[in-house]
């Protein structure tokens, strides 16, 4: 079949997986007890957290999906497979009784792991202007990290609603955009099952919030598009669509001092207004984050900030896609 | 949608210099550092030039951190004073 006929089908049905799951998943929390308070509402709501699992699950049924109909090699899918599985459990074990915020990354290296030891990647690194590159021995060690840092990248950039869904939605596309511009027809399948996942999981994700993500859905999340990226050869451009990802966790990391739990930080980035609005603080220990640095002009509304998060990832998006065509031969 | 321009603008625009540092960055590491060679040769000299070329770009690596490091605090603190 044509992959890319094949890709809008798996559109599709990771669409409807996570639309149709997502909601029993928010009942069945709900019902247990998992849930979290929505902080940036004068009512605080409980919300059903680990949510974003319904995106994993369905991930995990569109790449097996794809390994039965298209017949494609099995080790890649088998090493996406294991890296979204094996983040999505660090991530349930962080919402259950948080991990220590060192550990975290030293798992999440664990998830990335697939990648490297079934050999899904290859070392030949495209560089804009210069060409491809060779780093076998290098390569290994930058895809773990990477993978690291990007899936603890996207969880650092969730504290409103919708901007983990929104944001990621439009990297997932800017992925599918960069592929299909390369010519990789097959790379291009993943990418488009997890487009239509995380749309249906925005549907609910976004402002007002029916559901948490948690950090199982932000985790899982993230491995799955550090690993579709080093599978899919296009780790520049999308170091380049993640820089509000990156540069937001480098913030946060570089004003606080290192890897801390939410709780040891005692000075806040912003405040809730009794009209609703969320503003920045004037602290001078509070952490830098990329949501005080858009705020740093004035107030606004939760859903405006988010909004203004996913024109950033898009702008971004757009220079990975000039990287991209300086990389061309 | 309210996306008002002119922060947007202000935003994209550290976005910006965030991609000029890594475009120029790469380009420095891949073009002039990783072809650094010693003018002499030795039993060494391998090891030398590897290392060189680690150190270099570990220091390419921190001053990006540091030129975005000082912008975001440079950009955070006008906005703020400028609203006040």
């Not at chain 1, 909601?23 to 902080?39: E, F, I, Q, S």
């Not at chain 1, 390994?67 to 983040?87: D, M």
Request: aromatic share 8%; hydrophobic share 55%; net charge positive.
């Amino acid at each position: 079949m044509d992959h890319i006929i094949f890709s809008g089908i798996l559109f599709g049905v990771s669409f409807l997986v996570t639309f149709l799951t997502t909601p029993l998943l928010a009942r069945m929390n709900k019902r247990l007890g998992l849930t979290g308070t929505d902080v940036h509402k004068m009512d605080k709501p409980r919300i059903p957290e680990m949510c974003g699992l319904a995106v994993a699950v369905s991930l995990i049924l569109s790449a097996t999906i794809a390994a039965i109909v298209l017949q494609v090699e099995a080790r890649p899918i088998v090493a996406f497979v294991l890296c979204i599985s094996i983040a999505a459990a660090i991530g349930i074990a962080d919402d259950l009784g948080p991990l220590s915020p060192r550990l975290k990354p030293v798992l999440t290296a664990v998830a990335a792991s697939p990648v490297v030891l079934l050999g899904t990647y290859s070392p030949y690194m495209a560089i804009p202007f210069l060409g491809t590159t060779r780093l076998t021995i290098i390569y290994p060690i930058l895809v773990i990290a990477a993978i690291a840092v990007l899936a603890n990248a996207i969880n650092m950039m969730n504290p409103f609603n919708g901007a983990m869904s929104g944001t990621c939605s439009a990297l997932s596309l800017a992925m599918i955009v960069y592929l299909m511009l390369l010519g990789r027809t097959t790379e291009m399948i993943l990418p488009s099952a997890l487009l239509g996942s995380l749309l249906a999981f925005h549907w609910y994700n976004k402002y007002p919030a029916k559901v948490f993500s948690g950090n199982a859905g932000d985790l899982s999340v993230g491995a799955a598009i550090g690993a579709l990226t080093v599978m899919g050869r296009i780790e520049v451009p999308m170091l380049i669509a993640m820089i509000p990802h990156i540069t937001n966790a480098f913030y946060l990391l570089s004003s606080v001092g290192g890897l801390r739990e939410r709780r040891e930080m005692p000075y806040r980035p912003t405040r809730l207004l009794e009209d609703g609005r969320i503003e920045a603080t004037e602290d001078g220990k509070a952490p830098i984050t990329l949501s005080r640095l858009i705020l740093a002009e004035g107030a606004l509304r939760e859903n405006e900030i988010v909004n203004i998060m996913i024109a950033m990832t898009i702008a971004s998006s757009l220079l990975g896609l000039l990287t991209l065509l300086f990389m061309r031969p | 949608m309210t996306l008002m321009p002119s922060r947007l603008a202000s935003l994209i625009a550290l976005i910006f210099f965030v991609w000029l540092s890594i475009v120029f960055g790469l380009f420095i590491v891949f073009r002039v550092i990783f072809e650094i060679s010693l003018p002499w040769q030795s039993s060494l000299t391998p090891t030398i030039v590897a290392v060189l070329r680690v150190v270099l770009s570990a220091v390419v690596g921190v001053t990006w951190l540091l030129a975005w490091w000082k912008l975001a605090n440079v950009y955070l603190w006008r906005k703020l004073k400028t609203h006040e």
